[in-house]
Every structure is written in structure tokens, then in C-alpha cells.
């Protein structure tokens, strides 16, 4: 697995997924990225929806330059 910042969970496949309600979706795929921020359309399956989010004013850098707490 690879976790990204603002971003995607990343898991070699072939992967099976248990959901909420308890349903199971899988991949065949040799990585699949699973959407940590349930923005998706797709869900658990990322499509890129935290993209939308991270283009946003208040996501970018402070303008004084330092890290956010």
C-alpha cells in the first residue's frame, strides 16, 4: 500500500474490498487506488474527485510560507 497525501489510497492488486454495508467489491487491476476522501462516484474506487477539493484557495500553502498545524 502507498498513502498520498490529499490524495488516493494506492494497494497492489488484485484487491477485495468489504464496504460499509457489508457488500464486496473487487479488482483484477495490478494497482487500484482506493478514494479516501468519499467524493467518488466510484466509491471505494478513486476517480480523481480530490482533485476538485485540492484546487481550492484554502487548501493551498499559507501565504506567510509556513507548514499548516
Do not use: I, N, Y
Amino acid at each position: 500500500m502507498k498513502v498520498q497525501r490529499r490524495g488516493p489510497l494506492l494497494v497492489e492488486g488484485p484487491v477485495e474490498v468489504e464496504l460499509e454495508d457489508g457488500t464486496t467489491v473487487s479488482s483484477d487491476r495490478f494497482r487500484v487506488a482506493l478514494c479516501t476522501c468519499r467524493r467518488s462516484r466510484r466509491f471505494p474506487w478513486c476517480d480523481t474527485s480530490h482533485r476538485a477539493r485540492s484546487a481550492t484557495a484554502g487548501d493551498g500553502p499559507p501565504a506567510d510560507g509556513q507548514p499548516r498545524p
